[in-house]
């Protein structure tokens, strides 16, 4: 029975080494494929933006070879339609820019208001972030009995030549403690 209870120690680490290096094989295989993913985002990334390179001088090349053949008018139909197709993101971006700009001029300070009116977007949020900063509130108030600090221990430990000479003053009678 003893040699049965030494040989389970034995199979209870050999079977946690496997584990560890299973594991260990594991992550390193997740962390390979999450690399190539990386990689491949980003190829699929550079490929739309050549993608959309081409698709606009592919665009502009058409454009120019109705007007060279005198099809202007299906040109003109051409461009007027796309004009039409970004109308509703034009006005939605013009409702959006005015919303945030009565908002943001509102929190301005009265004297500056009419001043930034017709500064760009992110002019007036740098403004407002610059004029919403307060400045930092002072204690100018004299000392307290305890040297400026919120307890006699913290006086103690943080300033004790002012807490001896303190105590002095009070004729050896120890502050606190």
Known sequence: MTQENEQ???????????????????????????????????????LTAKEDKRRAKEDKRRQDQLAKEGKKDELITELQNQVEQFKPFKERLETYETS??????????????????NHPLD????LV???????????????SKMGGFASLVEWAQKDPASYKKENKKNKGITLGY
């Open 8 to 46: 389970e120690p034995q199979e209870t680490v050999i079977e946690t080494e496997n584990n560890s290096d299973s594991s260990n094989e594991l992550l390193h295989e997740v962390m390979a494929k999450k690399e190539k993913i990386g990689k491949l985002e980003t190829q699929l990334a550079d």
């Open 129 to 143: 972030e610059e004029y919403s900063h307060k400045s930092p509130s002072v204690d100018n108030s004299s000392p």
């Open 100 to 117: 945030r700009r009565a908002t943001l001029i509102e929190k301005l300070p009265e004297s500056k208001k009419e001043k930034f009116q």
């Open 123 to 126: 002019v007036l949020e740098d």
